[in-house]
């Protein structure tokens, strides 16, 4: 009798452990499943400076996603821009460039509409005529960017101090000001102060003056508001004028056209992306 209650007894501990293993595994289970899952497109072509970037956030977000438990996704191919494979994303990122093709800007254009969200760097919002790049895409640039076309950059790439508006999601962990890492920093055609839809999250701050180093003088900003990162309340998105990288163009240290500087190596900058 004794034998058979010690069996029933370790069989009902077996069991025991046995749920609560199962249970430990599914609360595991539930934990790994990402927040949200975020879809890069790229192009990485022509200019180094945002191939560089291009590869510094191929390798710096999944890392952000392992961290903060997202999942990301990337890929060149911009035929995946189709409703489809853009309903297996609630983030959509553009790296570099952005989509040219009529049924692929009619697939973006309806995800942000029903409500999907959107990051886009640098280069995705450039846009003039007469260039590679016309401006043919008047949804895009003048009502979800508002911009309208590139007026305008610095050059070199050069380092900025921003004046932020803490009174958003993505910035209210931020201080007032931040210094940057080096990046070549657009003007547009349009000021983004008089459109009601837009809210500018940061901008450059006078300290930063003259800021660039030409050779051209009109590469040289002395004076004037230039918007760097901003949202539109009528979407889900963020505009990030940063993601061009300082290189060896001169090929001061060897021929391998290296990267001098890395965006995201701006503690503030990187903050912003991932609170965004």
């Not at 069996?7 to 790994?32: D, E, H, M, R, W």
């Not at 952005?98 to 969200?117: H, I, L, S, T, V």
């Not at 001169?250 to 990187?270: G, V």
């Amino acid at each position: 009798m004794y034998f058979s209650c010690r069996i029933n007894k370790i069989a009902v501990l077996l069991f025991s452990v046995c749920v609560l293993f199962a249970g430990i595994t599914s609360l595991k289970a539930q934990n790994s499943k990402p927040k949200f899952k975020v879809i890069a497109f790229y192009t990485a072509q022509e200019d180094k400076a945002h191939i560089s970037f291009v590869h510094e956030a191929n390798l710096w977000f999944p890392k952000m996603a392992a961290k903060y438990n997202f999942a990301y996704d990337s890929t060149k191919n911009w035929n995946n821009l189709n409703a489809e494979f853009l309903s297996h994303y609630q983030v959509v990122l553009f790296l570099d460039t952005r989509p040219d093709d009529p049924a692929q800007r009619a697939a973006f254009e309806k995800y942000m509409k029903n409500g999907g969200a959107w990051m886009g760097f640098h280069f995705s919002a450039f846009a003039l005529t007469p260039s590679k790049y016309n401006q043919d895409w008047d949804w895009y640039h003048k009502e979800f960017l508002g911009s309208g076309q590139y007026v305008s950059n610095i050059w070199r790439p050069s380092t900025a101090i921003l004046d932020v508006d803490t009174k958003f999601p993505a910035t209210k962990h931020l201080p007032k000001t931040f210094k940057t890492s080096p990046n070549e920093w657009y003007r547009w055609e349009f000021d983004l102060r008089k459109n009601p839809d837009i809210k500018i999250l940061a901008s450059i701050d006078s300290a930063s003056f003259p800021l660039g180093t030409g050779p051209k003088q009109s590469e040289i900003w002395h004076s004037g508001y230039y918007p760097v990162v901003w949202t539109n309340n009528k979407y889900k998105m963020v505009y990030f004028n940063m993601g061009h990288n300082d290189m060896d163009y001169e090929h001061k240290y060897d021929n391998t056209d290296k990267t001098l500087s890395y965006t995201f190596s701006s503690p503030m900058e990187a903050k912003m992306v991932i609170d965004a």
